[in-house]
C-alpha cells in the first residue's frame, strides 16, 4: 500500500497532458483518411509518451521532494489583518514550479485559496498572505497541498507539509499599540481629540527647586522661606482610579457591522481602553453579563491584569435572552464600594428599552460616575440624510426619522438624569471611548 500510494498515489496529470494526449488522439483519427499524416503524427505520439515517462522518473525516481513549513502566531486578533508565511524548500536537483493550496480553517469559507511559486533547485523561497478573522475561538490549518511539477510540466506529484494547527482568535490586540499612545498624550492619532487640562490634579507628589519654565502660581512661600530658594509644589495626575467595563451580552449585542458584531466591536474598545487606564495608572475592571453575571474580573492594575483581561475577553459570546440590568447593579453594590468609573456597552435601540433598565442605571449613577456607549444605526443614518422621490421612500425616511429621534431622546433622558453617554458608530468606538476617558481624566472627574 505504501508503494502504491508513493509511486500512484501522489500522480496527477496537468492539463497540459490531457491537451497534449487530445491532440494525439485528433491527429491519429485524420491520419487515417490523409495517410502522410500517420508517420509524424506516431513520432509526435512516442515523443509524447516519452516525455511522459521522463517527467514520471523525474518527479517520481530522482531523488528530492517539497517540505514547507508555515509560520504562524500562536493568536491571531480579530478584525486585523495577521500574516501568514510559508517557507518552500526544493530539494529536486531541478527548479520545480509548485502550485500550494493552504486548507484554511473553515471560518474564512475560502475554497479557492491557491498559490503558483517557482522553487530553484536545491533552495527555499518565502510565500506570504495575510488572514482578517472576524469571529472569535478556535480556528484549524489543515495541510498544505503542494502539487509539483518538473521543467517539462505534464505531471504533478502532490506532497502533503506544514502539519495541521490550531490557533487561538482573541480580541483585537493588535491595536493595542495603535492607542498606547493616548495614554501620555491627547493627540496621537487622526480622529482623537488634543484635551484640554483644567488646572492641576488633586494629588500632590512633591516639592522642588524652581527652575526657569515651571509656573509661578505653585510657589511653595512656606518652603521658599525655609530654604531661602523658590520652590514650587509638583502635582500628578490622579491615579488608582477604578475603570470597569460593563458588556451587555444580550440578544441586541448580536446585530452585525462590516462582519463583526457589536458585541466583538464592543470588546474590542474594552481591550483598548483598559489597556490606556492601565498605563494611566488607574485600576482596571470587567464585568459581562446576559440574563445572569457571567465573568467579574475587580479591578486592579497588577502586572498581569490586561492578560487576565484577553483570556476573559476572548470567549465571550453573544446570547438571546433579555440582559439582566438588576443583577449587575446587585453585584455593583455589593462589590464595588470605591466609587469607579463604569463604562456600560450596550445598545438601545428604542425608548422603551432604556425605560425599563433606567432605574438601575439611576440606581449605578448614584454611587459611581456612569457611563453608556450605545451605537448608532449606519443603514439608518444613510436613509435619514437621503432625499426620497417615491412614496416607499418617503415611508422608510419617516421610520428612520423616527429612530433617529429616540437615539436623541435616549441621549437627553440620560444627562437629565446625571448619566454620560456616548452615541457612536462601530468604527468610531475605541477612540470615542477612549476620548470620553481622557476627558474625565482631564476634568478630574475620574
Known amino acids: 500500500m505504501d508503494f502504491i500510494r508513493k509511486y500512484i498515489g501522489d500522480l496527477f496529470v496537468d492539463r497540459k497532458w490531457y491537451l497534449l494526449a487530445g491532440g494525439c488522439v485528433i491527429l491519429l483519427f485524420l491520419s487515417f483518411f490523409v495517410h502522410f499524416l500517420f508517420q509524424p503524427v506516431l513520432a509526435f505520439t512516442v515523443a509524447v509518451l516519452g516525455l511522459t515517462v521522463v517527467d514520471y522518473l523525474l518527479l517520481f525516481v530522482v531523488k528530492g521532494s517539497i517540505k514547507a513549513e508555515r509560520e504562524v502566531s500562536a493568536r491571531f486578533s480579530i478584525g486585523d489583518e495577521n500574516p501568514v508565511s510559508c517557507v518552500l524548500s526544493n530539494s529536486y536537483p531541478f527548479k520545480v514550479k509548485v502550485r500550494v493550496i493552504d486548507e484554511l480553517p473553515v471560518q474564512f469559507q475560502v475554497r479557492d485559496f491557491e498559490r503558483l511559486v517557482i522553487v530553484p533547485f536545491k533552495s527555499a523561497c518565502q510565500l506570504d498572505y495575510s488572514l482578517r478573522p472576524l469571529s472569535r475561538g478556535e480556528f484549524g490549518f489543515g495541510y498544505m497541498i503542494c502539487y509539483t511539477a518538473s521543467p517539462i510540466g505534464l505531471l504533478n506529484r502532490r506532497f502533503k507539509a506544514a502539519e495541521p494547527v490550531t490557533v487561538r482568535v482573541y480580541p483585537s490586540y493588535l491595536q493595542l499599540k495603535k492607542y498606547q499612545l493616548l495614554a501620555t498624550t491627547g493627540s496621537a492619532m487622526p480622529g482623537v481629540k488634543k484635551i484640554r487640562r483644567l488646572g492641576h490634579s488633586l494629588e500632590f507628589e512633591k516639592i522642588k527647586d524652581y527652575v526657569q519654565g515651571d509656573d509661578v502660581r505653585t510657589i511653595n512661600w512656606k518652603a521658599t522661606a525655609r530654604s531661602n530658594n523658590l520652590m514650587v509644589n509638583t502635582f500628578t495626575d490622579a491615579r488608582q482610579q477604578q475603570i470597569y467595563c460593563l458588556i451587555d451580552k444580550g440578544r441586541n449585542m448580536k446585530m452585525p457591522f462590516e462582519g463583526m458584531t457589536l458585541l466583538d466591536h464592543s470588546i474590542n474598545a474594552c481591550l483598548a481602553i483598559l489597556n490606556v487606564a492601565l498605563l494611566k495608572q488607574d485600576k482596571a475592571g470587567l464585568i459581562t453579563f446576559s440574563n445572569k453575571i457571567n465573568e467579574v474580573i475587580p479591578a486592579d492594575r497588577r502586572n498581569n491584569q490586561l492578560h487576565r483581561v484577553l ?73 435619514h440624510e437621503s432625499n426620497p422621490d417615491t412614496m416607499e421612500g418617503i415611508y422608510i425616511k419617516t421610520i428612520a426619522d423616527q429612530f433617529d429621534l429616540e437615539k436623541k431622546q435616549i441621549v437627553k433622558e440620560l444627562r437629565r438624569h446625571g448619566i454620560l453617554s456616548i452615541l457612536t458608530t462601530p468604527q468610531n468606538l475605541s477612540v470615542d471611548v477612549i476620548n470620553k476617558y481622557l476627558e474625565l481624566k482631564a476634568r478630574q472627574m475620574v
Open 311 to 383: 483570556e476573559a475577553l476572548y470567549k465571550q459570546e453573544t446570547e438571546f435572552k433579555e440582559s439582566d440590568y438588576e443583577a449587575v447593579w446587585s453585584l455593583i453594590h455589593r462589590a464595588v464600594t470605591q466609587r469607579s468609573l463604569m463604562l456600560l456597552f450596550t445598545n438601545f435601540e428604542t425608548f422603551s428599552s432604556l425605560e425599563r433598565q433606567l432605574p438601575f442605571l439611576k440606581k449605578i449613577a448614584q454611587r459611581h460616575l456612569a457611563c453608556v456607549v450605545f451605537f448608532q444605526n449606519t443603514l439608518l443614518k444613510e436613509i
